[in-house]
């Protein structure tokens, strides 16, 4: 399942999954994209369809190996990642080095199990309010869900995740 950042960071305001599902279609790929973060309707650690999330690796957009499945992200480590093995976006940079994303940090919304925040995650990821707050991870740590707390009005990195595997 691949995992590649929106290509352009956002505010907690913002229509992720219908991005991942657009941006996705137009790199041509043809498998459905979910906004990696949780969600009024959805934890986090169950948008990968259950089927999937213990045997198939987590790769970047070159099938780089970044998780070992996706069920290891929610571990209770953070989801903890070689940051040597770079992070796509749709259109091929590397967010890491990219000056597009200049504070490398992304949304996510969850616990490090993967389980919603609903005290931060942009009421729903529906205002980039500055009183409002937003659960992030700084990747630098090398951690998917390392628990730091954010203003809404930051603009940050938003991944996708290929929510089941088409052959």
Known sequence: LHLVA????????MRADFQCFQQAQRA?????????????L?????????IDRSHLPIVNLKGETLFSNWESIFDGNGGQFNIHVPIYSFDGRNIMTD???PQKIMWHGSTA????????????????D???MGQ?????T???LDQKVYSCNNQFIVLCIENSFVS
Not at 29 to 40: E, G, V
Not at 42 to 50: E, G
Request: a positive charge.
């Open 142 to 144: 090398g951690k998917l």
């Open 136 to 140: 992030a991870s700084p990747l630098t």
């Open 113 to 128: 199990n993967g389980i919603r925040l609903v005290s931060n995650y942009c009421e729903a990821w529906h205002t980039a």
């Open 28 to 40: 041509g790929l043809t498998s459905t994209y979910r906004a990696f973060l949780s969600s009024h």
């Open 99 to 101: 000056s597009s994303w």
């Open 6 to 13: 929106l290509n352009f960071p956002f505010s907690g305001d």
């Open 130 to 132: 500055m009183g409002a």
């Open 42 to 50: 959805q934890d986090l650690a169950t948008v990968v369809r259950k």
